[in-house]
């Protein structure tokens, strides 16, 4: 199983709007990627960092998962730009990606 970690960086003056996110945009990634191969997917709000009264290092992060890279990437050639021109509808923030294999 892959997991696709999309993590939007905390920064002053920096705009996500969270209920666009969670009610359009990830919605809009489950109709367009379900059928090539999205298991599920899941939304994380940052609330802090680890030190006591620190900031979160990441506003947010939304997680894909697959069950092959192929799946996903097929699903991304098919209709990545259609997603990635929904991004500045909720955010100005430059997401960071990482795509792990969960071994546990």
């Not at 990634?29 to 900031?55: C, M």
């Amino acid at each position: 199983m892959l997991r696709i970690s999309v993590l939007y960086p905390s920064g002053k003056g920096k705009k996500f709007n969270l209920a666009y996110y969670t009610d359009k945009h990830m919605p809009l990634v489950k109709a367009r990627l379900q059928s090539f191969g999205l298991v599920r997917y899941e939304v994380d709000k940052g609330l802090a960092g680890g030190a006591p009264g620190s900031e979160a290092p990441f506003t947010c992060a939304g997680h894909l998962y697959f069950k092959s890279i192929e799946d996903f990437q097929k699903g991304m050639a098919a209709h990545g730009a259609e997603i990635m021109a929904d991004v500045p509808k909720y955010t100005d923030i430059q997401p960071q990606i990482q795509i792990s294999e969960i071994v546990v």
